[in-house]
């Protein structure tokens, strides 16, 4: 799974806790409390065909790391989330805050096969109500042309990135008050 860090956050982490387990506990509802702001947002933010994107947005606790949380797009939109995200061909736009994370994903990409790209244009159609023999074109139009991005997740992610150390910042004043009279 791809990862964007946050900076600036460790220095911050570290000095919280310095206050003990109980500080710890309290990071670690703030990052769990604004990754589930993040998941919500990124939903929110999800463009809608048939919904499956939006369903396919999952968070968890990372196993391997403590005071970590994954938000990612999982399930049946795992193939084509990022497509959606950074579009597509000449389309493509990536924030240079995650060009490391795009390089590693387009590594990973198992590019599908032309049938099923033609057979989710065929799908779209019939959601939309528009003649499946329009699908072809517009499929060979998309091939040519790219899809042109429509961020979900990422501005969620800027939008957490801010709140975490806000929240974080926060936390770390009351305890300092706290303690420290």
């Known amino acids: ?9 460790n220095k911050l982490i570290n000095n919280i806790k310095k206050f003990g387990k109980e500080a710890e506990k309290d990071i ?3 990052i769990q409390s604004v990754s589930t702001e993040i998941q919500a947002n990124a939903k929110i933010n999800a463009p809608i065909n048939n919904g499956d994107l939006k ?20 399930g049946v939109a795992k193939s ?10 000449k389309q493509v736009s990536v924030p240079s805050e995650l060009s490391d994370l795009a390089s590693e994903l387009r590594k990973k990409d198992n ?20 003649e499946q023999s329009a699908a072809y074109p517009i499929f060979m139009a998309i091939l040519r042309r790219g899809l042109t991005p429509q961020p979900y997740l990422y501005p969620a992610f800027v939008k957490g990135k801010k709140t ?8 770390l004043k009351h305890l300092t008050k706290k303690y420290n009279g």
């Open 1 to 9: 799974m791809a990862k964007a860090k946050i900076k600036g956050i």
């Open 28 to 30: 670690d509802l703030t």
């Open 55 to 74: 369903q396919s947005i999952l968070k968890e606790k990372t196993k391997d790391k403590d005071l970590s949380y994954s938000i990612y797009v999982g």
């Open 80 to 89: 084509y989330g990022v497509y959606v995200e950074f579009g597509t061909g």
């Open 111 to 130: 590019k599908g096969s032309f049938d099923k790209g033609l057979q989710s244009i065929r799908d779209w159609c019939k959601n939309k109500g528009i």
């Open 164 to 171: 975490l150390k806000s929240d974080l910042k926060d936390l």
